[in-house]
């Protein structure tokens, strides 16, 4: 079983130009897999909104629920780098809320690192956590969290203006301390211009093959989440089809009277059946 990565390994790959492999899990049996697999990384995201409790979007996680799932992901995978997602109001309110809250990541369930979005306005947050002794990825570009004040789910640094604010983001989160950044939706060339500017490993969702390795959603990745698919997805099987036509012919089967079968139900041992039968009869 290959060892878990720590942060060095990161840095080495990053010198390398060896890519990091990440996906979001949320629940045991998805990080076994993913951990049997080989990723490098699992993000238990507060995507888990969408993906597992059907939420419009991430806003009203709680930390209580991402710590259970993060709880469930960390048995399940073991010998991985484990990210918990901090999610909305956990960290905004103060530098005290952000160190408490993170704290709860490792002291609860045993994550590797923390993520929470945005760059300049919540670099005293990063250097707070930074300072507590946790390791933290930053998250720029596209910030679900704060899509309302972006004007929605919309691609970042599309201009000459807004491409520098984001580089402006990640400067500030690189200086803030935290070790490692993701960056969202934002366009290749800018995402590959941050990547070489920063001296900490930088990956992408939906922001180009030019940073130093890849998040995807794993709900999004395996076509389990029905709802939309942003642009950047690729999907590499159709999960949701498949479990829907095995519920179609498990209906179909017993309506049908074709389940179960003879070599699905537990029969009495042998010669018990009579006596039972006759029991009954003496009732």
């Not at 369930?109 to 993520?115: G, N, P, R, Y």
């Not at 179909?252 to 010669?271: K, L, S, W």
Request: glycine share 10%; proline share 3%.
């Amino acid at each position: 079983m290959a060892k878990k990565k720590a942060i060095h390994d990161f840095y080495r790959m990053k010198a390398s130009g060896e890519k990091v492999t990440w996906l979001t899990s949320y629940d045991f049996p998805t990080a076994q897999f993913a951990e049997a697999a080989g990723l490098d990384m699992i993000l238990v995201g507060d995507s888990l909104g969408m993906c597992v409790y059907g939420y419009n979007g991430t806003v009203s996680v709680t930390m209580d629920q991402c710590i259970v799932h993060c709880e469930a992901v960390r048995r399940g995978a073991p010998n991985t780098f484990i990210v918990g997602d901090m999610p909305f109001m956990s960290y905004q309110a103060s530098d005290e809320d952000a160190v408490r809250n993170a704290g709860r990541f490792l002291k609860e369930a045993d994550v590797d690192a923390i993520k929470l979005e945005g760059g300049v306005r919540v670099a005293s947050r990063i250097k707070a956590i930074v300072e507590a002794g946790i390791v933290v990825i930053g998250h720029i570009g596209l910030t679900p969290q704060s899509s309302g004040a972006l004007g929605g789910h919309k691609a970042q640094g599309r201009t000459a203006r807004d491409a520098a604010m984001v580089v402006e983001d990640a400067l500030a989160v690189q200086e803030a301390g935290a070790q490692m950044l993701l960056v969202e939706a934002v366009p290749p060339e800018v995402a590959e211009y941050i990547t070489k500017q920063l001296t900490i490993p930088v990956f992408s969702i939906g922001a180009g093959k030019g940073c130093d390795g890849q998040l995807l959603i794993v709900s999004d990745l395996i076509g389990q989440f029905q709802a939309f698919t942003p642009k950047f997805v690729k999907k590499y099987c159709d999960v949701a089809a498949m479990i829907t036509n095995a519920m179609k012919a498990y209906c179909e089967d017993v309506r049908g009277g074709r389940f179960p079968e003879d070599q699905h139900c537990y029969h009495m041992i042998e010669g018990e059946k009579d006596k039972f039968i006759a029991d009954m009869e003496k009732q």
